[in-house]
């Protein structure tokens, strides 16, 4: 259910120009930890979950994934779980496709 993050999105497919791939911005705040480590980390484990769902995304959206204090102390697989199932209830990626290619 995406617990401990908010998604803001924009959809520009009516949009003109080169750039259709989607863009992503992290926002991890001091109220969600007060040592940098820790936003840190979260931040890093965020924007490897984006980069392996980003092969999924068709359309072109900029978006913005802010997290808040229940993704402390969570493991890569649980915070990716939770970026798929934000992104799936946004209707950003389809429920059906679970492809992941090397990059």
Do not use: C, W
Not at 21 to 37: G, H, N, W, Y
Not at 64 to 84: M, N
Request: charge should be positive; avoid cysteine; hydrophobic fraction near 35%.
């Amino acid at each position: 259910m995406g617990k401990g993050l908010t998604l803001i999105y924009r959809d520009r497919r009516q949009e003109t120009g080169d750039r259709k791939e989607p863009r992503f911005a992290l926002i991890v705040s001091k109220s969600v930890d007060k040592r940098a480590t820790i936003r840190n980390r979260i931040k890093r484990l965020l924007s490897e979950s984006v980069r392996h769902v980003l092969l999924q995304i068709t359309q072109p959206v900029d978006g913005v994934i802010i997290a808040s204090r229940q993704l402390v102390g969570l493991e890569q697989a649980e915070v990716e779980k939770r970026v798929i199932e934000l992104l799936k209830r946004a209707k950003v990626i389809d429920g059906t496709s679970n492809k992941r290619q090397a990059t």
